[in-house]
Each structure stands twice: as C-alpha cells, then as structure tokens.
C-alpha cells in the first residue's frame, strides 16, 4: 500500500543558497514530496530520474542560470509539460518577462509570503491534475474507438480520417481551436454502440432484413448508455456525437427523429464526414467510390440528409479535407 507520503504530488525546488531551501521546506514540506537541487545540472538530473509535478527554481545561480535550465526543461520532451516557477530576488520587469519567454508559468519574488507560496503552488498543482484527467479520458475515449473497429467492417484510418474532416469543418464554421480539437477527439466514438450489436448483423456480408436494420438502429442509443452521464466536456460530446450522427436534417434519420437544428452542430458534420469517407473507402462489399460520385451524392442530400449550410462549406473544405484523405490512406 502506498504511503500519504508517496500520494502526495512532487515539487522540486532549485537554489543554490541552503537557507532558501530550508524555507521553501518549512513552507511547502508538510502539503508535498519535496526534492532539492543547489544547481542547474543536478536539477536536470534529478528532473530526468523524478519527473517532479512542479518546479520552483531559482534564477541567479553559478553555473547554469535558471533561464538557462528552463530553457533545457522545455527543449527536453520528457520535461517540457513541467510548470517552472521562478522564485527569486529578481524583480525588474525585463527579467520577469524574460522568465515567461523560456517558459516559466509564474514568478515569486524574495523575501517570499508563505501564503502567496502556498496559493500560487496549489493552483498551478490544480491545473496539472486538471490536465492529467483530460489526458486519461481522451485515452480512454480513443481506446474504446479503437474497441469499436473490432465490430465492424471499417478500419482505424476511417475513424482518423473522419475525425479530422469533422475538424477541418468545425474550424471553417468558425467554432474555436479548443472547441474543433475536442469534436477531433470524440467523433472516434460515433459508432461506439456498435458494440452492442450482435456479430450475426454486424458482420453479415449481404443485405439485413428489416428486423435486423431495427437492431442496427439502436447502436447510437446504445453509443450513449456506453457513455453514459459524465461531468467531462470530452465525454459528454462523445455522447452527443454518438446520439446524433444518424439523425437527418429532414427528420427522416434515427433514433429519435430530429430535425434540422434540432440535430446538434456536432452530429450534423460527423454525419457529412463519417458518410463522405465510407463511400470513398473500399469495404469488403464494395468497391471504393471516385471522390466526384460522392462529392455529388452529398451536394444531392442538401436540405434531406444533410444540413445545407455544412455542405456547402465542406465543398469549400474539399482541398483541405482530400490532403487528409491522401495522408491516411488504408493499408
């Protein structure tokens, strides 16, 4: 069983005055795993053998300065996601902005407040543990995507292929970096739910019945309950993606017959880029169509299966998106 102590997040301090260390360690010692370093060359080395959550570095130094070791530590892939406060002596406005310009995401300076050590600490430890969670969601997302593909006939090039499509027209309909980068990461699940479909539908290679197609019906109801209720952004789109990519601008679509704006943005360009890149890929029961045939098919469901205003866009995307196309080719 681990100790409190082995739980507790890991700072490094730097400094080459032992008296400063022996402060930072009153302050700090109690709430965290505390390492120490009196130069820049034994806190590389320590950084490469603890990988710390944080470091609180000292810029005047003999030897390696502080910028110069921050300057390492974001050149270093290992440590380049490692926030580096300065703690220092130094105050004058050049020196701080030189700080943030190496890559140092705050500056204490000395005499140092204990409370201010303590709440600028915490906070930046809080964004470290935030940024942790979202990478183990979005591994899980990509996880149970990759899941997926083992029920169907469609390859992980699709998934990569697609989800970057959806992207691209996320961008172009003027939604934010952030808000596109998060559709690339959850339009891998639309087709999650397939999960739940019985291996005789999902892998019969002629027409289904009408039973079947029912049963077939149900993988975005199920893509949901997979997903179930999250309080992550990330997981909740993927819910969205999964409920409503089949969903049709005419109401024709399923499950739940939406219509036009009632289908969120999210599922309207999955639904163009998931249907845009299954024609143009060769499957075990057909031939891979020419880009031109699905290009038309889609411009010719403007206003049923797709929104208008999403097709007309993806065709000013067509470049972008066949250099995507290009790039992630089947094997």
Request: charged share 25%.
């Amino acid at each position: 069983m681990l100790s409190d102590q082995n739980n507790k997040q890991k700072v490094l301090i730097v400094d080459d005055e032992p008296a400063n260390l022996r402060v930072l360690k009153k302050i700090l010692g109690d709430l965290y795993r505390l390492t120490f370093a009196k130069s820049g060359e034994e806190a590389l080395r320590l950084v490469e053998r603890e990988l710390p959550d944080l470091i609180l570095l000292d810029v005047m130094m003999p030897g390696m300065t502080g910028f110069d070791v921050c300057q390492a530590l974001k050149q270093n892939p290992l440590s380049k996601g490692i926030p580096v406060m300065f703690v220092t002596a130094l105050s004058d406005d050049v020196d701080e902005a030189k700080g943030f310009d190496v890559g140092a995401v705050d500056y204490i300076t000395k005499p140092v407040s204990p409370a201010v050590v303590k709440a600028r600490v915490r906070t930046h430890l809080s964004l470290v543990q935030a940024d942790e969670l979202r990478r183990t969601r979005l591994q899980v997302i990509q996880r149970l995507g990759r899941a997926s593909e083992y029920k169907d006939n469609e390859t992980g090039t699709h998934i990569l292929r697609m989800s970057h499509y959806s992207k691209i027209m996320a961008l172009a309909l003027g939604l934010s970096e952030n808000a596109a980068d998060n559709l690339l990461h959850a339009a891998p699940m639309h087709d999650i739910g397939k999960i739940g479909i019985p291996d005789s539908i999902m892998l019969k290679p002629g027409k289904l019945t009408d039973e079947e197609f029912a049963i077939m019906q149900k993988h975005p109801e199920i893509g949901a309950e997979i997903l179930g209720e999250s309080d992550s952004d990330l997981i909740e789109l993927a819910k969205i993606v999964s409920l409503t990519h089949h969903e049709k601008w005419d109401g024709s679509g399923y499950p739940n017959g939406l219509k036009g704006e009632e289908i969120p943005l999210e599922g309207r360009i999955v639904a163009i880029a998931d249907v845009f890149d299954a024609l143009t890929s060769k499957r075990p029961y057909k031939e891979a169509w020419p880009v031109e045939k699905a290009v038309d098919l889609i411009q010719s469901q403007s206003g049923k299966h797709f929104d208008p205003k999403i097709v007309a866009l993806f065709q000013s995307c067509l470049p972008s998106i066949l250099e995507i196309k290009e790039r992630w080719q089947d094997a």
